[in-house]
């Protein structure tokens, strides 16, 4: 038995244009009500130490930002938190970059005017947490 291919015509498909603009403007829709915007910009006016060498570090992952001003007032990844308390902050994002198998880097934003004091009591209190990679931010001196 013999049997015959026998080709039929077939119109090809269209695909339907008419619901494009309805499926764009669901997805800037779903984009835009998913999105996580900052809620606060600090304007933190911190003039750094100068350095006669300094490195750029590029690293912008697994990285946690201690800021301090000139009244004193530290800040972690935008929030105020007191001087006894920086260890608590950082003690789960550490644990928590552990489990990832990976390190936390602290950089720390001081003002030139803080006294070595704060530093060191922040210093401390990073050695509490076991967050024991630290880089001091400062601008290079022209």
Do not use: C
Not at 6 to 26: G, K, N, Q, V, Y
């Amino acid at each position: 038995m013999k049997k015959s291919i026998i080709r039929r015509f077939r119109e090809p498909r269209e695909i339907p244009m008419a619901s494009t603009a309805d499926i764009a403007f669901l997805l800037i829709l779903f984009f835009m009500v998913t999105t996580v915007f900052r809620a606060t910009t600090l304007h933190l006016k911190i003039k750094l130490p100068q350095a006669q060498s300094t490195e750029r570090i590029l690293i912008r992952r697994n990285v946690a930002y201690v800021q301090v001003d000139i009244n004193r007032k530290i800040y972690i990844d935008d929030n105020i938190v007191p001087e006894e308390r920086v260890a608590d902050v950082l003690i789960p994002k550490v644990r928590e970059k552990e489990e990832e198998g990976e390190h936390l880097t602290t950089i720390l934003n001081v003002d030139e005017s803080v006294n070595y004091g704060t530093v060191d009591l922040i210093l401390d209190q990073l050695k509490d947490a076991k967050a024991f990679r630290i880089t001091f931010a400062t601008e290079f001196e022209r």
